[in-house]
């Protein structure tokens, strides 16, 4: 498996607050991190490509720039700029962000964060305009919903600022520890990460440093439903067994055999799978992020599984997709009702978003006949070359058409 994905987009806006060289090991090679790369560079941060998965930003003469409309409308977490522009220059002129639609998407709750360390913050004529009179300072923040992206956000304005950070009810999926481990490397002082209290006492400067970005929970947690769906064996490498226990035993109750080992998990399908009833919540808890991956298994699960999304407000646009395919499924609000198929049959279908993209892709290596999908634009944002490991494991899969043969290799 690849580096994590929501690791390396919030590690490579925190590299702006470093005062020195981030030596960055384990980046994964995708369309979101190449985006977040350009972004950088705009600020005059310099990147420099080391090997295939380790790259240097220097980012000690970036200045403060308006970040383009252009970049930032294609991913959501370009949002991280308005932390780290801020802590490092006391100003940030941010386009409120893009990425995948599953509805509303506010960022209500980094805003209050930002102005609770002393920030105004202004959204107008497109721009979210924060600023702070001199450098920030700690203060305590109560999120009131559990948000990856604030407490993301609220870490890299507070890592600089005067004095201590308390984050309440902050997220505990595996990147934001993974955030503040970068941080620490650097020289920041971040205690709690991974519980829902993160304090952050600021220190005057971030030095530089080597760091090794975790392995993607969800590109593995997608492979093992791709085996739950298929059925058959494969042992998925490099990756935190621990990240994956929620989707392990969600598979295991479906009748998908998991092992652990330290550094793998071999996952093994050989009877039809059972129903099973899927909560979505933040971690630990089972990933929204995996949601529309599961679903493509449980459609061809014996009986009748009920789906929750228990994040988003409207992340079940795939299902129309599946649907084309045989599936039988059932949206009501937040809620799925899923009734099994013994199979599905191939059809021309479109991925609306990554993750949606990637279940698209869990459903056809399952279906019967050849699928056709159209818009893997998406997948390319999140998955590092997903059509050669399916490969491996002995898929027939091949991209016809590459959406952005470029965009694949990191900007220079
Ligand atoms: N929310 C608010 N106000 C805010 C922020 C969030 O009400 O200010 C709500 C959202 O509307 C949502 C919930 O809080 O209902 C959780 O949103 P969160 O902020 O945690 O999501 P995010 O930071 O925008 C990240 C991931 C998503 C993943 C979610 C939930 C990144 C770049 N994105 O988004 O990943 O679904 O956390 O785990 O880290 C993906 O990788 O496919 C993806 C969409």
Same mark, same amino acid.
Request: proline content about 5%; overall charge neutral.
């Given at each position: ?28 090679? +995708? ?38 409309? =252009? ?37 209500? !709750?980094? +805003? ?12 107008? /004529? ?9 450098? %920030? ?5 109560? %999120? ?62 971030? #030095? ?26 494969? %042992? ?57 991956? +599961? ?11 009920? +789906? ?19 599936? !039988? ?10 009734? /099994?198929?013994?199979?599905?049959? /191939?059809?021309?279908?479109? #991925? ?21 999908? =159209? ?38």
């Amino acid at each position: 498996m690849s580096g994590a994905k929501n690791a390396a987009v919030a590690i490579i806006p925190a590299a702006l607050l470093v005062d020195g060289v981030c030596r960055i090991e384990n980046i994964p090679k +995708i369309n979101d991190v190449t985006l977040m790369l350009e972004i950088v560079q705009e600020m005059g941060g310099q990147v420099r490509l080391l090997d295939d998965t380790t790259l240097e930003i220097d980012a000690r003469h970036a200045q403060n720039a308006r970040v383009p409309y =252009d970049l930032v409308r294609r991913i959501r977490a370009s949002c991280y700029y308005i932390g780290s522009l801020l802590s490092r220059f006391g100003a940030a002129q941010v386009p409120p962000p893009g990425g995948c639609d599953f509805g509303v998407r506010p960022i209500d !709750q980094h +805003i209050k964060g930002f102005e609770a360390l002393g920030a105004s913050v202004e959204v107008r /004529g497109g721009f979210v305009y924060a600023r702070s009179p001199g450098r %920030l300072t700690g203060s305590v923040v109560y %999120l009131d919903v559990v948000s990856v992206g604030a407490t993301v956000n609220i870490m890299l304005a507070a890592a600089l600022a005067e004095g201590q950070t308390v984050i309440e009810n902050a997220a505990k999926e595996p990147h934001i520890v993974d955030l503040a481990n970068f941080l620490n490397a650097m020289g920041a002082n971040i205690k709690g990460a991974g519980t829902d209290v993160i304090k952050i006492r600021g220190v005057p400067r971030l #030095a530089g440093g080597s760091y090794t970005i975790i392995p993607d929970q969800i590109e593995a947690g997608t492979y093992m439903t791709a085996v739950a769906s298929a059925g058959g064996e494969a %042992l998925i490498r490099n990756v935190i067994p621990k990240h994956l226990d929620g989707i392990s035993a969600k598979l295991m109750e479906m009748g998908v055999e998991v092992e652990e080992y330290d550094d793998a998990v071999l996952v093994r399908r050989r009877g039809r799978l059972r129903r099973a009833n899927v909560k979505t919540q933040p971690y630990p808890g089972f990933p929204t992020d995996m949601q529309p991956q +599961i679903a493509a298994c449980l459609v061809r699960a014996e009986g009748t599984s009920v +789906i929750t999304e228990g994040v988003w407000d409207n992340r079940y646009r795939y299902v129309d997709e599946l649907a084309r395919m045989g599936a !039988q499924i059932q949206v009501d609000g937040k809620v799925a009702v899923v009734e /099994g198929v013994p199979h599905l049959t /191939g059809a021309p279908v479109r #991925a609306c978003d990554l993750r949606a993209g990637a279940a698209l892709v869990v459903a056809a290596l399952a279906a019967q006949g050849v699928t056709v999908i =159209d818009g893997v634009h998406h997948i390319e944002r999140g998955y590092e070359a997903m059509v050669r490991k399916l490969q491996g494991l002995g898929a027939e899969i091949r991209c016809r058409e590459l959406p952005d043969a470029d965009a694949m290799s990191f900007a220079q």
